[in-house]
């Protein structure tokens, strides 16, 4: 995987809006794009990443949705969320190219009682695939056992 990657993530939008921000954001930036949750949109970009909730409509395990999954997408990257030991150890024995791990701090944009802090570099260190520290992430935080950071931007109405 490159050192930055692009993950798009749009709950409301269409299918159409969808791929049309997809290909612009392609047009413009010269890295991987990544799209959150929306497995019919990877023809148009470098992968997929898929929270626990939404892995497990594609199988009745971690297991059999992951091998779902990519048996779908191809080699395309395929990354999920995890925020806990058994989430990681499970994601260790599955075909995902990378773990999402957090949250690391609250955050505005997702509501989560499971909040990592330091904790997420020790459980990092459980996995074996590249992590991707998740939620809260600032762009000078350092955290060790993290591939990583993953930066949110977003725009909220008020």
Request: glycine share 8%.
């Amino acid at each position: 995987m490159e050192t930055a990657i692009v993950e798009y993530r749009n709950k409301t939008g269409n299918f159409e809006e969808k791929k049309d921000d997809i290909l612009t954001i392609k047009e413009y930036l010269n890295v991987p794009v990544i799209v959150n949750d929306d497995i019919s949109l990877v023809p148009f970009c470098e992968g997929v990443h898929l929270g626990q909730e939404d892995l497990l409509k594609y199988g009745e395990n971690i297991y059999t949705a992951v091998n779902h999954v990519r048996e779908m997408i191809g080699s395309k990257i395929f990354g999920i969320s995890t925020h806990n030991e058994k989430e990681i150890l499970e994601a260790n024995k599955t075909s995902v190219d990378y773990i999402g791990l957090g949250a690391y701090r609250k955050t505005a944009s997702k509501n989560t009682d499971n909040i990592l802090g330091g904790k997420l570099s020790q459980l990092a260190a459980l996995s074996k695939k590249p992590v991707a520290a998740i939620g809260g992430v600032k762009i000078d935080d350092d955290i060790a056992n993290a591939a990583y950071l993953v930066v949110g931007s977003g725009l909220y109405e008020n």
